[in-house]
């Protein structure tokens, strides 16, 4: 991934973006899907990104590497920021293994499953839209104040080795491009 001198909390930050983009494709589905007009299969498409680019990759660099540096430097997990933030990661893996069960069920013709895409997926995107901003406005500069140079350097080399072996470059792209195509396909923007 090119860091193009950006600090760890930009780079997370611009990731959030992805992110975002992500939800408001995922409520304009659920709007469609209401009218049935929508495939599942762009549902499928989310879960895709939301596991791999925003979970194992977003979430795996906060969980693994900034918020064991700011519990570090004395912030307590338990009751503190870092661990409320892990809660929410949490409570959205949840919401992604319902959403992903009722696509399952709604493919194979169980039409009652289409109430259960849409709850899951708007709880998904209210969670996250809540989520980004408290680590947006409150955790990343909170970070930035009690890190030192020495901390963010090895910041930014964690995060090249989680980018490396949890997705790649080529495949970060093909996540952004996806995002674009879907916002062309739903017409959005
Ligand atoms: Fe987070
Ligand atoms: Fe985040």
């Not at 992903?100 to 493919?107: F, I, L, N, Q, T």
């Not at 895409?117 to 980004?132: D, F, K, M």
């Not at 930035?144 to 790649?168: A, C, T, W, Y």
Request: net charge negative; glycine share 6%.
């Amino acid at each position: 991934m090119h860091t193009h001198g950006e600090s760890p909390t930009e780079i997370l930050k611009e990731e959030h973006r992805v992110i975002k983009r992500m939800l408001t494709i995922l409520n304009v589905a659920c709007e469609k899907l209401e009218k049935d007009e929508v495939s599942p299969e762009i549902f499928r498409k989310a879960i895709d990104f939301i596991r791999v680019f925003a979970d194992r990759c977003h979430h795996g660099k906060e969980e693994e590497t900034l918020f064991p540096l700011v519990e570090q430097r004395g912030i307590p997990r338990e009751g503190g920021p870092t661990g409320v933030m892990r809660l929410e990661h949490e409570q959205g893996r949840n919401f992604v293994k319902v959403l992903a069960d009722a696509v399952g069920r709604y493919e194979q013709g169980d039409r009652d499953a289409k109430a259960a895409i849409i709850e899951s997926a708007r709880g998904y995107t209210q969670l996250l839209a809540q989520h980004i901003p408290k680590e947006d406005d409150i955790l990343y500069p909170f970070a930035n104040r009690i890190l030192g140079p020495s901390d963010q350097k090895e910041l930014l080399e964690k995060f090249e080795k989680v980018e490396k072996e949890r997705i790649g470059e080529e495949k970060h792209h093909e996540y952004i491009h996806l995002v674009e195509e879907l916002e062309k396909q739903l017409k959005i923007g």
